[in-house]
Nanobody
């Protein structure tokens, strides 16, 4: 059974940092793109960041570019999201997602595997 388990969320003051982790089990994702999405209350789930299978190609939403960094460790089957200079508008549940079949996309409907999410709350 494939599982993606996020950790590292919490409450932080504006300007602070958090590092999210997503550990995968049940299959290896070393050949697949992985992404982070987030969903704030009353809003749709939105793309945050994506990393290709080698880790050499990344892409970010405009909202987080320059503040967040996605990385991966294929030996650990884990992807990370380093979040710096956090703002109250970054408050959301953050979800890890894994692609398959070589697809590299920011569209959430292209990701068959999802974690349960981790809450990030940024206070002003």
């Amino acid at each position: 059974q494939v599982q993606l388990v996020e950790s590292g969320g919490g409450l932080v003051q504006a300007g602070g940092s958090l590092r999210l982790s997503c550990a995968a089990s049940g299959r290896t994702f070393s050949n697949d793109a992985m992404g982070w999405f987030r969903q704030a209350p009353g809003k749709e789930r939105e793309f945050v960041a994506i990393i290709n299978w080698t880790g050499r190609s990344t892409s970010y939403s405009i909202a987080v570019k320059g503040r967040f960094m996605i990385s991966r460790d294929n030996a650990k089957n884990t992807v990370y999201l380093q979040m710096n200079s956090l703002k109250p508008e970054d408050t959301a549940v953050y979800y890890c997602a894994a692609s398959s079949g070589g697809i590299y996309s920011t569209r959430r409907d292209t990701y068959p595997y999802w974690g349960q999410g981790t809450q990030v709350t940024v206070s002003s």
